[in-house]
């Protein structure tokens, strides 16, 4: 069974690749969430995956809370693979302990680098195409090594990316962030939304709804920017970062 989590379709598209190759399940996290599913069972051969992106080095508070939530019955291997625009400073101890708690063993996590799509800050913007290209292209062939060690059940394997500086980035910045830039309240729409409702649509989060002719968003936000990305108009805008920012989503796997 792979549970993932994907905004603009980087992990949605790992997490695909892996269902076709291993045949296992997938489970779409806000699915699970809104049924309030959090009770499994594995057959006895079947591996357990986590697939999901990295946010501001760590892992998004909501997949936290909805691991630590789950009960599932005959884990005999567990993996991850994070989904990044970089790196993913302490990401992978902050993984293995919250399973750890759970008295499950992480056997195997693997960081992919994608092309990026975090706009909400000064200096961050997508990648220019060529770069994009690349990073796809690079991500194929890792993602094939994560597949084939996960068939060969390898263990103690963790292909990871922490980049520098992993404290202040995973610990300080990480608090900053999730204190002040996780708020969906600088969410607003300017003079080109045409009302299509599409952003509403595409929300994994059913969390946008249209209030007259412009979106409104609630308090479900896990601020995936997949409204964003998915604006036909280039519409949608956070605070004053986004403007004149690229928008960016997943060639090979749609979220629309």
């Known amino acids: 069974m792979v549970f993932y ?5 980087n992990s949605q598209w790992v997490a695909e690749v ?6 296992d399940t997938l489970m779409f996290i ?3 969430i809104r049924r309030d599913c959090f009770s499994y069972e594995l057959a006895p051969t079947e591996k357990l995956g986590f697939v999901f992106p990295c946010y501001a080095w760590g892992l998004p508070r909501f997949i936290s809370d909805f691991i630590s939530r789950l009960s599932i019955a005959n884990v005999t291997y567990l993996y991850y693979i994070c989904t990044c625009g970089d790196d993913t400073g302490r990401l992978n101890q902050e993984f293995c302990q919250l399973v750890s708690s759970k008295g499950w063993t992480c056997h195997l996590g693997y960081d992919i680098m994608m092309p990026e799509s975090y706009v909400n800050l ?17 991500a194929k ?20 990316l922490p980049g520098g500086f992993t404290w202040i980035k995973s610990v ?20 080109q939304c ?3 409702s ?16 412009n979106p409104q968003w609630g308090d479900a936000c896990v601020m995936c920017m997949r409204c964003y990305h998915s604006c036909p108009r280039k519409a949608i805008e956070w605070g004053g970062w986004t403007k004149a920012k690229g928008q960016y989503l997943n060639p090979n796997s749609p979220v629309s």
């Open 5 to 9: 989590f994907s905004g603009t379709g």
């Open 18 to 23: 892996l269902s076709e190759e291993l045949g």
């Open 30 to 32: 806000p699915d699970a």
């Open 122 to 138: 000064p200096g961050f913007d997508v990648d220019p195409h060529d770069k994009e290209t690349r990073k796809l292209s690079q």
């Open 141 to 160: 062939a890792r993602l094939q090594m994560a597949v084939d060690d996960i068939i060969d059940s390898r263990e103690g394997d963790f292909q990871l």
């Open 172 to 191: 300080l910045l990480r608090w900053a962030f999730n204190k002040w830039l996780m708020s969906p309240s600088k969410f607003h729409v300017n003079s």
């Open 194 to 196: 045409i009302s299509c």
């Open 198 to 213: 599409l952003c509403s649509k595409v929300c994994p989060m059913h969390n946008i709804e249209l209030s007259g002719r």
